[in-house]
């Protein structure tokens, strides 16, 4: 059967192209996803042509009740639709007063991923038209309590499950994937969901989601997406106990079989899909994070979310509350809270951007930045105690135990959270930097909501009014003295799309760093005066296509510059190439 399908897409296709419908170094555009062609015809490939029952089954072609009246005599239909049509318009109009009904967060989950599962291209619809609303269902913070839920809610496998029980078998196990042309990996080994910890195999709900996003705020194909979760056991004695868990019941391996294991998927994945796949690392502990960057970062394609693009989100907040607080990044002392994965890629990030906004050597830059962990503040009398990813940060200073004292100490005007533990921005915290700083920008990054640093309503309220606050999940508008204050989200989604889409437009072979400056530079770029006066120092997300597209021509630009881009000649117009090459979640005609 594969083989036949495998004909019929590399024979006479059943989708008419033409040279606008390659993208990422010429990878065909098979089931007609993308912008650029979404007006013309397609026919819908199964293992053959799909028809009655099986088109009704198929996400990725049913259209339910939209199907024309000529469409359900080509493909006999007749008969096992009820007779009315109904537009994709109507049908969003519906699934969303649906939607709305449903009391808690995780039902509102469980109903769109039941939608995906029936209907592909209503279900980026939806997305992609209320962004706003269900982003927060879709990902964080929902998505956290279902990865915790996971093994109650699963219905069926989405992505693929490699445990150790496929050890010397990983590229047999990719090759069962039906997609072959896959552009975008996101893997997970589920030791640090969000901010709450160990969810083994159930961490599935991350790659998911972030895929999904991929494809709504990017406009990646979702044919071309492929989410993984790497099982090596877990150390959740809940979920090892729980009898609906759907993972290894073992605790987790370690050392060299796991780094062991690891090798020989990131070699078949080279193997089995090419040079120009991109893979993100996605909620990996700390310990593991910065070792497989570096060590692959060389030889694929790679990057790690967590590290590099919450660095990148949060550097394009930082650049746009300077249209606030006046002068450049060097300007300003940074202090962390939270010395991991997240808060020294964000360090270094600033210090790079720091390098190139002051013409400062960057030992010089990292001097200006302060990181607290949870044995105080890093200083050099800690160097020879601190992991190596923690030692650039150490600097001569007398010791402080807590926050607090550091806040005094080092008298920082930018304070940012990446601790994962909730509500360590204290009253007292915040009255201290707002005492010796006139606009203060206090970034409350951990999620979900539950591990926010602090609430929009607690840094505006103790500031008296005069911090520039973002958080990493979202918070409704606070009311004080009678004007509003709208908190930004310093969400990764702003980021991880458009990057994904200029990598894969481009045919990129290797992330530098200086495409995540590229990206973070473009997110600020989409912040105006108007937005500035909200007090919001990110886009408002319903614009995120555009946003999108305006990242991924600056990341591909800069591919190009540093000579990783493969996809040849370069398109004259990076904008409008991005644009075309977005999915298209439109409902296509069938011949």
């Given at each position: ?48 042509v ?31 639709l ?28 469980m ?21 706003e ?11 956290g ?10 219905r ?41 910890g ?32 790497i ?29 062991d ?16 796949v ?10 593991h ?54 808060g ?14 002051s013409?400062?050597?960057l ?81 409350a ?33 606070v ?5 509003t ?11 991880f ?8 437009m ?16 473009a ?69």
């Open positions: 059967m594969q083989s036949i399908l495998k004909d019929a897409r590399n024979g006479p296709s059943g989708l008419v192209v033409d040279n606008k419908s390659t993208v990422g170094g010429g990878v065909q555009d098979v089931y007609g996803e993308d912008r650029a062609i979404e007006d013309q015809l397609v026919t819908p490939w199964s293992v053959s799909a028809s009655g029952s099986t088109l009704l089954r198929d996400p990725r072609f049913n259209k339910g009740l939209a199907f024309t009246e000529k469409e359900r005599d080509t493909h006999y239909l007749r008969g096992l009820p007779p009315t049509y109904i537009s994709q318009e109507l049908q969003e109009k519906k699934v969303m007063n649906n939607i709305r009904q449903y009391q808690t967060s995780l039902q509102k989950y109903a769109l991923m039941d939608l995906e599962e029936r209907n592909e291209r209503l279900f980026y619809k939806l997305l992609v038209d209320n962004v609303e269900l982003l927060p269902i879709v990902y964080t913070p929902t998505v309590e279902s990865c915790q839920k996971y093994g109650s809610i699963f069926r496998p989405q992505g693929l499950y490699i445990s150790l029980k496929e050890k010397g078998k990983i590229l047999d196990v990719l090759k069962n994937w039906n997609e072959k042309s896959v552009n975008v990996i996101v893997v997970t080994d589920g030791e640090r969901i969000l901010g709450l160990d969810l083994g195999c159930q961490g599935m709900g991350i790659p998911v989601g972030k895929l999904a996003l991929y494809t709504a705020l990017g406009g990646v194909r979702p044919s071309s997406c492929l989410p993984i979760t099982d090596v056991g877990t150390n959740n004695e809940n979920l090892l106990n729980d009898e609906f868990y759907i993972g290894l019941r073992q605790k987790r391996t370690t050392g060299q079989e796991y780094y294991f690891l090798h020989e998927f990131m070699c078949a994945v080279k193997q089995n899909y090419g040079e120009k991109l893979i993100q690392f996605e909620d990996f502990a700390n310990h994070a910065f070792e497989l960057l570096a060590k692959y970062r060389t030889t694929h394609l790679v990057f790690n979310d967590d590290i590099q693009g919450t660095a990148a989100v949060v550097l394009a907040g930082l650049i746009a509350s300077l249209k606030v607080t006046g002068g450049t990044l060097a300007d300003h002392t940074f202090l962390f809270l939270g010395a991991g994965e997240a020294t890629g964000i360090a270094e990030l600033i210090a790079l951007e720091m390098t190139k906004q013409n400062v050597a030992e010089e830059a990292r001097e200006k930045i302060w990181m607290v962990d949870s044995k105080g503040l890093i200083v050099k009398s800690r160097i020879e105690s601190l992991q190596q990813f923690k030692k650039p940060w150490a600097h001569e200073h007398e010791a402080c135990k807590d926050l607090l004292d550091a806040v005094k100490a080092i008298k920082p005007t930018i304070l940012i959270g990446a601790s994962g533990v909730g509500s360590t921005f204290t009253k007292e915290v915040i009255e201290a930097i707002s005492s010796h700083c006139e606009k203060p920008v206090i970034l990054l951990s999620n979900p909501t539950s591990q926010s640093e602090c609430t929009a309503e607690e840094a505006y309220t103790w500031s008296q009014g005069r911090a520039i606050f973002a958080s990493g999940s979202p918070f409704d508008p009311v004080l003295n009678g004007k204050f709208t908190p930004g989200q310093s969400n990764n989604a702003y980021i799309p458009g990057f994904g889409l200029g990598v894969v481009s045919g990129t072979i290797r992330v530098h760093d200086d495409m995540m400056l590229a990206a973070a530079e997110l600020s770029e989409q912040v105006t005066e108007e937005h500035i006066e909200k007090g919001l120092v990110y886009p408002p997300f319903r614009s995120i296509r555009k946003i999108s597209a305006h990242i991924a021509a600056r990341v591909a630009e800069k591919s190009y510059e540093l000579g990783v881009a493969t996809r040849l000649p370069r398109p004259a117009n990076l904008t409008a190439f991005a644009e075309s090459c977005m999915y298209s979640p439109i409902y296509r005609a069938y011949r």
